[in-house]
């Protein structure tokens, strides 16, 4: 029989660090560690432990008996409830100096490796309403506050729209505003709310697996285009052509108003056939003078002003003449590889979604770029020594793999290509300093740069230069 974690209680623990996932980090007296999810390094407080295990423990504080210099007051009233952003009352000068000493601390002790000195983190101009990507769930039984519990009033509305509790699948907290999407964000999702409650329309119960309205998903453009998916479980033409007419009298600035009929079990829509309603199918981003048609299932940067930053960076770490032959792996849609294309001989991009390429090869048709060419498949399978004999010995290499990183037969391929350069666009520094270990018998790492690309979160880009040892 599992024994249950007594809760330990520490007074007075300074918190030093802030550390993976977003937690803050104290000692205990015994000296191990306590991660906290509600402090803020600088502060001194009272801390109940959640979870003990055998070199550290998990808890809150309860008590504030100093708070940091560091702190500010969070903007968004959901604060502390919604798991989006757990970094608010950190103020932004902060958040990038914590971002800056993971990706150090990452590259030092996981890489282990020769390293120059790392340039500043790259601060997003904008710290709220960056995002051109959100999601949000119905639900017919939301998240109460413990004020609704403790006041036992009775609760007539239990509908919900907006975001997960952090470990709750069944539970969505009602936003009533929410500061990572500019408006119209905002104003569509409560107007999407209002009139469904108020026309009898039905909010999802992923227990029941009942109720017509399951997810709605919103995406801007900097061209001015709006997309809006609302995912319906149940097909009735009555009740879905109610709501998605309203939207189109009310919000005549959607340019593409979609939606699913999805009975699954889960919310993926990359299954799923989606069906225009009004406006068209896709909308247009753009980037220095080209322009990528996104559609519903389409993978594009959520932050598109820091994109940019941080595909320039990239293209400058290339350092492409126009005689070079670059292969752009993990390509995605294509982004990276037409935005250096102008700069090389020729670009190939390899990526394992088959939609993705084809979104790739559209878009680089609609850019008239002839020197670009696309290719689907398992990374660690497509890119083998038979693939570079077909399209040649690559002078450059861009990646910018998934979190985990590169696989292990992608590397040691990497080292057999050797190619001159090697650009290395990642969003887990510490996968990223595993696999610059694994590349070091090979190359010197020539220049580092952090890019924030989510502010008020503690997730951080990191690109990095890698040059063939002499």
Not at 222 to 250: A, C, P, Y
Request: glycine share 6%.
């Amino acid at each position: 029989m599992r024994r249950k974690n007594k809760r330990r209680t520490f007074e007075h623990v300074e918190v030093v660090d802030a550390g993976a996932k977003g937690k803050s980090v104290g000692k205990a007296p015994d000296g191990r560690v306590i991660f906290l999810s509600n402090a803020v390094p600088g502060d001194v407080v009272d801390v109940m432990t959640t979870k003990k295990r055998k070199a550290y423990f998990e808890g809150i504080a309860t008590h504030f008996h100093t708070l940091s210099e560091k702190r500010t007051t969070p903007q968004c009233e959901h604060f502390g409830v919604c798991g989006g952003c757990k970094w608010q009352h950190m103020a932004y000068e902060h958040q990038l100096h914590f971002k800056q000493k993971e990706v150090e601390n990452n590259l030092k002790r996981i890489g282990n490796i020769e390293l120059p000195q790392i340039t500043p983190i790259l601060g997003s101009k904008k710290q709220y309403f960056y995002r051109n990507k959100m999601e949000f769930s119905f639900s017919d039984s939301r998240w109460l506050t413990q004020e609704e519990i403790d006041s036992m009033t009775p609760i007539e509305d239990k509908n919900a729209l907006g975001f997960h509790i952090p470990g709750m699948w069944d539970k969505i907290l009602d936003v009533k505003k929410c500061h990572l999407q500019a408006d119209p964000s905002n104003a569509i999702r409560l107007e999407i709310r209002n009139f469904a409650i108020e026309n009898g329309l039905s909010f999802f119960n992923p227990r029941t697996q009942k109720g017509l309205l399951r997810t709605m998903m919103l995406r801007t453009s900097s061209t001015g285009e709006i997309m809006l998916l609302i995912q319906f479980r149940d097909d009735d033409k009555e009740k879905r052509e109610l709501l998605l007419n309203h939207l189109v009298q009310k919000f005549p600035e959607i340019t593409a108003l979609l939606y699913v009929i999805n009975q699954k079990q889960n919310d993926t829509i990359y299954d799923q056939k989606v069906i225009c309603f009004a406006g068209s199918d896709h909308i247009f981003e753009e980037m220095e003078g080209l322009r990528f048609k996104i559609n519903a299932k389409s993978f594009y940067q959520t932050n598109s002003e820091q994109a940019f930053e941080l595909y320039k960076i990239t293209r400058d770490f290339a350092g492409l003449t126009g005689n070079e032959l670059v292969y752009d792996l993990y390509t995605g849609t294509g982004t990276i590889a037409q935005f250096v294309s102008k700069n090389a001989k020729k670009v190939v991009g390899v990526e394992s979604v088959p939609e993705a390429i084809e979104d790739a090869k559209t878009n680089a048709k609609n850019n008239t770029i002839s020197n670009v060419d696309f290719y689907v498949g398992d990374m660690k399978n497509v890119f083998n020594q038979e693939f570079i004999d077909e399209h040649g010995l690559p002078d450059v290499v861009i990646t910018d793999p998934p979190r985990d990183g590169m696989h292990k037969m992608v590397v040691e391929q990497l080292l057999l290509a050797a190619p001159r350069k090697i650009v290395y666009v990642s969003c887990n520094s510490a996968t990223q300093a595993r696999d610059l270990a694994l590349l070091d018998e090979k190359y010197k790492v020539i220049r580092v740069q952090p890019v924030d690309m989510f502010p008020q979160t503690h997730h951080v880009e990191n690109v990095v230069l890698l040059e063939k040892r002499v």
